[in-house]
């Protein structure tokens, strides 16, 4: 429609495009967790369960960080997406990123009974008019809590506080997590808030409200506690022009 352009396409020589799932494997891996402010790492690559937390670049037990523990927790729980692997093959029922969150905590070992010991009593879905998913899970002899993930900008004004590495809550500082925020996703990475409530500090008596409510709609209650923070990057195929942290390699023309 304007000259300027059709000269600049005219012009050109070389053109680097991206399409995931064609040139790319459509697969995502967390990277980073950002807890209280301090960061860890996740190493391994796709959808392979293999991985390490890391700190500082050196090994780190996560038994010394329940926080991160509960992180991963609330990505896996608050997710609709399956991962099947068989024969070397995975396939994955669902979204990419619910899939690196999937990953990622079973890095930690939770996976299967260590997840299913907290079932889903009702969930809201995520809606782009909201931003987020909410769901309410229990376990025998816990309070029920709410897990919540979404954008930081749905999410992170509704958050009053967060975890500490030991698992305390502690004040949460919203300027300095929004800088954070926007460091990261001006590295090119792609940001998730997750997020909790214990339902005891809502409901004086949790067990008798919930026998009371079957039918309970939990976003009527959706107001959120405690932050983590999961970086998540794209797992690019090695024969793209680029991978993660790392500029564009510009191939000559023919």
Known sequence: RRLPAVETHGSTTVICSDKTGTLTENQMTV?????????????GEGYAPEGELLREGARFDAAGAPSVEECLRAGALCNDTRIAREGGEVK??????EAALLVG????????????????????PFESEHMYMATLHARTGDQPVLYVKGSSDALLARCVDQLDRAGQLVPLDHDALHAEVERLAADGLRVLLVARRTLEALRPNVAAWLDENPDLDIEDDLR?????LANIETHMDSTVVYV???PPTVWPAD
Do not use: I, Q
């Not at 990277?31 to 190493?43: D, K, P």
């Not at 994955?92 to 990123?97: F, I, L, M, N, R």
């Open 244 to 246: 993660p942290n790392d």
């Open 105 to 124: 905590a079973e890095k930690l070992g939770l996976v299967g009974a260590a997840l299913e010991a907290w079932p889903r009593l009702d969930v809201v």
């Open 31 to 43: 990277t980073t967790l950002l807890v209280a402010g301090e960061r860890y790492e996740l190493s």
């Open 224 to 228: 959120y506690v405690d932050l983590f």
């Open 92 to 97: 994955v029922e669902g979204d990419p990123t």
